[in-house]
């Protein structure tokens, strides 16, 4: 089972709003990632986590606020989005951080998030 | 045919002959490499990878080439089904320092939308 899951698949929200986004992965892999997707063109990172610690966060605004409650669960917190931030939200996971071993990336459906 | 340009770039085949997806990465140090199929709706799907001490691997209907002295890697999907129809995406695995260790880090390529004609 290679399954991540992704809720809610579509959140419509105002500028004013705050919402989050969750991802739950029950295969045991230590790194979670958040990505994000514009139409036609190829997913961007965003966030990593890795054995619960943010690893990598690619100088993400901060009205996008992340969270590993656990190995399992990743949140992404928003609040005061824009509406250039409207687009396709991916999470994945993999077994390791990478480094010497292979770092395969398995992907949740995305929520597709607007933001009005 | 291929076409490039401001928009994904498209490949057009018949349904039964053979696709073949090309892709140029970036960096030399990338260890290992992987392809995406992303249906609409859907995320990237794992299909195949590939570490840069080999230049060839094959799965089931799909062959993935490495040529690590251009730095291209091709992606051959033999007798094409409609179901193939998708955006495949390269993805290059390059590591970064993280609490003294590395992070895995996946660069993706732009994409290529391949259409599978009945």
């Known amino acids: 089972d290679t399954e991540v899951t992704q809720t809610p698949k579509h959140l419509v929200m105002g500028m004013t709003n705050k919402k989050s986004l969750k991802c739950e992965q029950h295969?045991?892999?230590?790194?979670m990632y958040w990505y994000k997707q514009k139409a036609k063109k190829p997913p961007e990172l965003m966030f990593v986590?890795?054995?619960?610690?943010?690893?990598i966060n690619e100088s993400v605004p901060s009205r996008f606020s992340p969270e590993c409650p656990n190995s399992s669960l990743l949140n992404l917190h928003l609040h005061a989005l824009q509406p250039e931030d409207s687009a396709l939200y991916l999470c994945?996971?993999?077994?390791?951080?990478?480094?010497?071993?292979?770092?395969?990336?398995?992907f949740g459906a995305g929520t597709r998030l607007s933001v009005l | 045919g291929e076409s490039v340009g401001l928009h994904l770039p498209t490949l057009s085949v018949q349904e039964g002959d053979n696709s073949i997806i090309n892709c140029a990465y970036s960096n030399s140090a990338s260890d290992y490499f992987i392809w995406y199929k992303q249906e609409s709706g859907k995320g990237p799907q794992f299909i195949i990878d590939i570490r840069s001490n080999m230049d060839k691997r094959q799965g089931q209907r799909v062959t993935v080439l490495l040529n690590k002295t251009v730095k291209h890697l091709s992606l051959q999907i033999a007798a094409t089904q409609p179901g193939d129809s998708a955006v495949y995406f390269c993805?290059?695995?390059?590591?970064?320092?993280?609490?003294?260790?590395?992070?895995?880090?996946?660069?993706f390529g732009k994409g290529t939308k391949l259409s599978v004609k009945p």
């Open positions: 295969m045991g892999h230590r790194a």
């Open positions: 986590y890795s054995y619960e610690k943010l690893s």
């Open positions: 994945a996971s993999s077994p390791g951080p990478g480094g010497l071993a292979k770092n395969i990336q398995y």
């Open positions: 993805a290059e695995n390059t590591d970064r320092p993280n609490y003294g260790g590395s992070q895995g880090n996946l660069i």
